[in-house]
């Protein structure tokens, strides 16, 4: 078998939450089912905010119940507050994706707060999650967000990053995610920062990513963590996504061409990409008028084309 590479689905969530058009509950659901059908095991199916501040996850809580029905998939929300974590965790979530950005003029526009204050949010909900018996206890990811640059303060020192870490690390979360917010980032401080952070907060801390492709970049960016031992990588089908407050952050990494990129380098995603590709109809139907992308459903696969366990095996 070839080593496994988890691409996470964050349309859902990142994709839809810039979205205005609602996507009706069911459309959402057919939509995790044909992602898990294809072979897609990790979805961040939600945001739990206010249903006022964003009408795009008024059905947070429905979504989240019939997600948690789909066998075999990890279901995924973000949260924004402690009130968040509550909801999460007493629908059985099985992880809660937590944001706060090292850049503290994008932390202010982004949820209003320090990122003093978002630290210390986040010990709240960590204390509150260990109250809870460990096999019902939601795994704890905290995503840092602008770790490569962002549009208000431009680059962000990777000493800064590194010390965000240690202090999320030492707070008692499960899981680290660097997110490129903004397309800073590029394949050498991909490669360095994420090498950086493994030595800073050890083993026992997953580390993944959440890449923006906002200057091309993206792919080449999720290669640079694989090569820093990276095997976890949030992106989003057609590569929906942006951010209210961080102008002209387009869509994310593209599911489609990361499962594509992630088998042509050797490792299993456990993804069928044709069935992924046919995922697409769901979305641009539910969506007229937005901007899909993805280089793999435009082109098709390569003639010869073989996943890593076949080649593995022949
Ligand atoms: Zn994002």
């Not at 990142?14 to 072979?39: C, F, H, M, R, S």
């Not at 360095?192 to 952070?197: N, S």
């Not at 769901?282 to 007229?288: C, R, T, Y």
């Amino acid at each position: 078998m070839a080593e496994f590479i988890e691409v996470r689905e964050v349309g859902l969530r990142d994709g839809l939450q810039n979205i205005k058009t609602v996507v009706p509950t069911d459309v959402k659901l057919a939509w995790i089912k044909a992602e898990v059908a294809a072979g897609v095991r990790d979805i961040e199916v939600c945001s739990f905010v206010p249903p006022k501040l964003l009408p795009q996850f008024a059905d947070a809580e429905e979504v989240t119940r019939r997600a948690l029905a789909v066998p075999g998939l990890t279901v995924a929300a973000l949260m924004p507050n402690l009130k968040g974590a509550e909801r999460g965790a007493a629908l059985g979530v099985h992880r809660l994706d937590y944001v706060v950005s090292v850049s503290e003029s994008h932390n202010l526009n982004n949820v209003r707060r320090s990122t003093a204050e978002s630290l210390a949010d986040l010990k709240r909900i960590a204390e509150f999650l260990k109250g809870i018996e460990a096999g019902k206890r939601p795994r704890l990811l905290c995503g840092l967000a602008t770790s490569f640059g962002c549009t208000i303060e431009g680059s962000v020192p990777h000493d800064r990053v590194v010390s965000f870490a240690e202090q999320v690390a030492a707070i008692g979360v499960d899981e680290i995610a660097l997110a490129d917010t903004v397309g800073f980032g590029n394949p050498n401080a991909i490669r360095t920062l994420f090498r950086r952070v493994r030595d800073a907060t050890g083993p026992n801390i997953v580390l993944a990513s959440h890449f923006h492709d906002t200057r091309g970049l993206g792919v080449a960016n999720v290669a640079a963590a694989i090569e820093a031992g990276v095997r976890h990588f949030d992106a989003s089908l057609c590569g929906l996504g942006g951010c209210p407050y961080a102008p002209g952050a387009t869509g994310n990494v593209v599911t489609e061409d990361v499962v594509f990129l992630a088998e042509s380098l050797g490792f299993t995603t456990s993804i069928d990409l044709e069935k992924l590709v046919e995922v697409r109809k769901i979305v641009m139907q539910a969506l007229p008028g937005e901007a899909f992308y993805g280089q793999v459903a435009k082109a098709g696969l390569p003639k010869g084309f073989s996943y890593a366990d076949a080649r593995q095996a022949a």
